[in-house]
């Protein structure tokens, strides 16, 4: 299949880009500068265009750009998080309703959909939450309406926290641990669903391969609060994880962003993926992250 996909460069797109070529796809990949060779293809969101003519004969269009959200949320910088998501993802279902024929989207979307929940587990069925991120991603999903409405098969992957070595939240956990000064965020109760980006990249193969439709939720099924995650993590780093950082220096740090993405939490499970066959090659935390580091 001709696979068209944006945010190539980032965390999940430079991993994901060269395992489609591996399973024998063709990949055209949506940049924002000037192309440069055969397999890229200009598209600029925030001013609405796109080289339509490029996406003749796609079969499928993966969408993993947005804004990083691991930053205090300014005004200005919610504006960006959010249009990043809501603007590129409408631009693509406007240029998939008119092509013939209609390549299916597969698009990138986050467990944030849910709000914080506290112990409540969360399946697809379960209905939107409050807070920045609920409502980024409930605009996010409903920009590929668009596309779904001319009949395309559309589908979301709300995924949870993307665990690895050299770029992500991870990443940025690495250095305070390595240091033996890592330990809990807050009460460490609060649920974090997380997913190797092995699964990650392996979700998205399976999509286009089954073909899937609709929302699935993309985290793995080992559930951990907060302090099992860092437990896992200083395990695997063999560094102790004594030193707890106070929610109200989350707060002060972080602001809003803290309170959501690192003192909230959701409890999710992966339903609807696992009925359709997909096993996760890393299940629990702590064999993932030690995966990860190795």
């Not at 998501?85 to 631009?91: E, F, I, Q, S, Y």
């Not at 959909?113 to 991120?133: I, K, M, N, P, V």
């Amino acid at each position: 299949m001709r696979v068209a996909v944006t945010g190539a460069s980032g965390l999940i797109g430079s991993a994901l880009v060269p395992a489609l070529r591996a399973a024998g796809h063709d990949v055209l990949c949506l940049v924002r500068r000037e192309p440069d060779s055969a397999d890229e293809a200009a598209w600029d969101p925030t001013a609405g265009t796109i080289d339509e003519g490029a996406l003749a004969g796609v079969g499928a269009i993966v969408n993993l750009a947005g804004v990083d959200i691991g930053q205090r949320w300014t005004h200005e910088t919610r504006q960006r998080i959010r249009d990043s998501r809501v603007d590129g993802t409408r631009l693509l279902a406007e240029t998939v309703s008119r092509l013939d024929p209609r390549p299916a989207l597969l698009l990138a979307s986050a467990v944030g959909y849910y709000g914080q929940r506290g112990d409540e587990e969360l399946t697809e069925e379960s209905a939107a939450g409050e807070g920045f991120l609920a409502d980024v991603v409930r605009e996010w999903e409903a920009a590929a309406d668009p596309a779904r409405a001319a009949g395309a098969r559309v589908m979301h992957f709300r995924q949870g926290l993307v665990l690895a070595k050299d770029g992500g939240a991870l990443k940025r956990m690495l250095l305070p641990f390595r240091l033996g000064v890592g330990g809990r965020i807050g009460s460490g109760s609060q649920w974090w669903s997380w997913v190797s980006l092995d699964d990650v990249v392996a979700a998205y193969l399976h999509a286009l391969e089954q073909p899937l439709e609709g929302v699935f939720n993309l985290a793995a099924p080992g559930l951990v609060r907060n302090r099992d995650f860092v437990d896992a993590l200083g395990r695997a780093l063999h560094r102790p994880t004594a030193f707890p950082l106070p929610g109200f220096a989350v707060k002060l740090a972080f602001g809003e962003m803290g309170e959501e993405m690192l003192l909230g939490g959701q409890r999710v499970v992966p339903e609807r993926l696992t009925e359709t066959g997909f096993a996760f090659a890393h299940p629990d935390v702590r064999g993932a992250l030690e995966h990860v580091l190795e």
